[in-house]
């Protein structure tokens, strides 16, 4: 006959039963105590890692970019080219700058370079940028040296592979000009968009780069600029 | 103390339509009696024996246990009863004790009364040895017995035993029915449904042989095989079956 005393004996028969049961005690009370946190803190170590692992850009012909506006300061990128508009503290801007260690072919910045993060082999990386740029230095790259350029980068640990032409400087000013020249009396600014550096969302997306290679014969107002989409 | 009456019981299956499982079954059983049901699988027993236990209601008939109609009164049967079959299970995380007394308090015995059964009913099925020992550590023998414990626990008038020996070796199922005897001794109305000739014979006072849903015959043992001139039940048995599965209109009795 069901009433609330049945109720109640039935309910209590099964809490004991449930409390016997060791599987069931490990899988509602122990498993979640150990598997929960330890998820919890190995998502966050994972995002920590990601967010705060420094990425390495190497750039070959840096003698040739132009002083002014520069675009490095010692080993990081100037923190100019990364404040927006809408965001006035240089903080941030100095956060994302110092997120990317750049590895120049200037005299002392491999050193420097290892010094601003003793994990880094940064002469071993500006050596494999070094053998990549080898092969793309030719104006007319071939499927075949794309190809392997491409594999070269992928397992260089690089971030990026910016190779600046030479004369890179005197072909900017002489652009600037022209453009000044051009808007002259518009009321139009001569300010005109500037490559952005971007970073790969995650390392598995290596697997997947592509190459962009927009110039094949040597540029008349930018760098080749390599880098994983 | 068990009055059936004309008890049918029809349903409507996809495959077969409609299907009699019950037709018409009538028989009696008094106190202090084992009446046993003998028949082949899917001849009914089981069927008769859930509706008297309330489980099933009946499409046709009429059936009381203790004067209360299985139908209009099945809180007041359920009472009055106790039911066990081969395959009831019993809980792996409770003690023999634990588990009896659980039963106890689900048919709302007083406290008092529930403790001085168990002791009782512990020494006589000889459970004192493994009173708490968990279900899940007990052989199919210690099953058996707390089985049978929490059947009686509430010391009914009438017992139902569905089968109870199937899938046990000779040894437990010959305790088995040594103890079921022995409630027989005490005044119990006992209903026992089996396929098993000897156990028939060793135990019940009165037969009917269910065939198809029908009573073929009943009677003592003695009775019934002198009635159809038969040596013994396996061959009356036999002979019974047969002849209804050649000319089903033999009247049943």
């Known amino acids: 006959m069901l009433n609330w005393r049945n109720v109640s004996l039935i309910f209590h028969r099964e809490v004991r039963d449930q409390l016997r049961d060791r599987r069931t005690l490990f899988m509602i009370a122990v498993l979640p105590l150990l598997l929960y946190p330890a998820l919890g803190l190995g998502m966050m170590r994972l995002s920590l890692g990601f967010r705060e692992q420094p990425q390495t850009v190497a750039?070959?012909?840096?003698?040739?970019?132009?002083?002014?506006?520069?675009?490095?300061?010692?080993?990081?990128?100037a923190e100019r080219w990364f404040r927006k508009s809408s965001d006035r503290s240089s903080q941030a801007a100095a956060s994302a700058a110092g997120k990317l260690i750049v590895i120049s072919d200037l005299p002392g910045s491999a050193d420097r370079a290892a010094a601003l993060d003793p994990a880094l082999n940064a002469r071993q990386l500006l050596e494999r940028a070094q053998a990549i740029g080898k092969i793309l230095e030719n104006g007319e790259i071939q499927k075949k040296d794309n190809q392997r350029a491409g594999e070269l980068f992928g397992s260089s640990?690089?971030?990026?592979?910016?190779?600046?032409?030479?004369?890179?400087?005197?072909?900017?000013?002489?652009?600037?000009?022209?453009?000044?020249?051009?808007?002259?009396?518009?009321?139009?600014?001569?300010?005109?968009p500037r490559p952005a550096i971007r970073k790969s969302p995650s390392p598995s997306i290596r697997r997947r780069m592509t190459w962009h290679c927009p110039n094949r014969s040597p540029p008349a107002s930018g760098a080749n600029c390599f880098r994983r989409s | 103390m068990i009055h059936v009456e004309q008890l049918s019981k029809s349903f409507c299956d996809l495959r077969r339509g409609a299907v009699t499982a019950l037709d018409q079954v009538s028989f009696d059983v008094q106190p202090g009696e084992i009446f046993g049901l003998l028949g082949p699988n899917g001849a009914g027993k089981t069927t008769c024996l859930r509706i008297l236990s309330t489980v099933l209601r009946p499409t046709g008939g009429f059936a009381s246990i203790a004067g209360y109609d299985v139908a209009t009164h099945p809180a007041e049967v359920r009472g009055c009863?106790?039911?066990?079959?081969?395959?009831t299970g019993i809980y792996d995380r409770m003690t023999a004790r634990e588990l009896v007394e659980y039963y106890g308090r689900l048919y709302g015995m007083p406290e008092d009364r529930l403790q001085a059964r168990l002791d009782e009913l512990f020494t006589t099925l000889q459970m004192n040895d493994f009173r708490d020992v968990l279900g899940s550590k007990m052989s199919t023998g210690m099953k058996q017995k707390v089985s049978i414990a929490r059947t009686i626990i509430h010391d009914p008038p009438v017992m139902i035993f569905d089968e109870p020996t199937s899938g046990l070796d000779v040894l437990v199922a010959r305790a088995l029915l040594k103890t079921i005897a022995s409630l027989k001794d005490l005044g119990k109305c006992i209903i026992f449904s089996t396929h098993i000739m000897r156990e028939v014979e060793k135990l019940c006072?009165?037969?009917a042989i269910i065939h198809k849903g029908r009573i073929l015959a009943e009677g003592s043992?003695?009775?019934?095989?002198?009635?159809?001139?038969?040596?013994?039940?396996?061959?009356?048995?036999?002979?019974?079956?047969?002849k209804h599965e050649h000319d089903p209109a033999v009247p049943a009795c």
């Open chain 1, 59 to 77: 750039i070959l012909g840096a003698e040739n970019l132009p002083d002014e506006p520069a675009l490095l300061e010692d080993n990081r990128f």
């Open chain 1, 157 to 192: 640990g690089l971030k990026t592979v910016v190779i600046v032409p030479a004369g890179f400087a005197e072909e900017l000013s002489r652009v600037r000009d022209q453009l000044a020249k051009h808007h002259e009396g518009t009321g139009v600014s001569a300010e005109y």
């Open chain 2, 81 to 87: 009863i106790g039911f066990m079959s081969g395959n």
């Open chain 2, 205 to 207: 006072d009165r037969v």
């Open chain 2, 221 to 242: 043992v003695a009775e019934l095989e002198r009635r159809y001139k038969q040596p013994d039940m396996e061959e009356l048995f036999f002979d019974l079956i047969s």
